[in-house]
């Protein structure tokens, strides 16, 4: 079983910037791939952003260029710093990790203001 613990959520100005952070915990032997995943409100779960456990990075095409995303594998830890933040990026932000399974975090709610 993974436990994973979101924080860095909260409200910003269009044009501000968020860190979110997610430390995975539990027992697994080696994670695998490691994202961010968002959800608005009347809207469908999408990427973010994902990084391999080879550091292969991949990104909407929604946040090239504003969202970067880094993890620290000792400490099994995935961030995802945003920046140049836009009103559409308003919704409630999960951590996913895949080891074997796959697990996802309880979301935390980003909210920009216009």
């Known amino acids: 079983q993974v436990q994973l613990m979101e924080s860095g959520g909260g409200l910003v100005q269009a044009g501000g910037s968020l860190r979110l952070s997610c430390a995975a915990s539990g027992n697994f032997f080696i994670i695998n791939a490691m994202g961010w995943y968002r959800q608005a409100p009347g809207k469908q779960r999408e990427l973010v952003a994902v990084i391999t456990k080879r550091g292969s990075i991949s990104y909407a095409d929604s946040v090239k260029g504003r969202f970067t995303i880094s993890r620290d594998n000792a400490k099994n830890m995935v961030y995802l710093q945003m920046n140049s933040l836009k009103p559409e990026d308003t919704a409630v932000y999960y951590c996913?990790?895949?080891?074997?399974?796959?697990?996802w975090g309880q979301g935390t709610q980003v909210t920009v203001s216009s």
């Open positions: 996913k990790v895949v080891t074997v399974n796959d697990y």
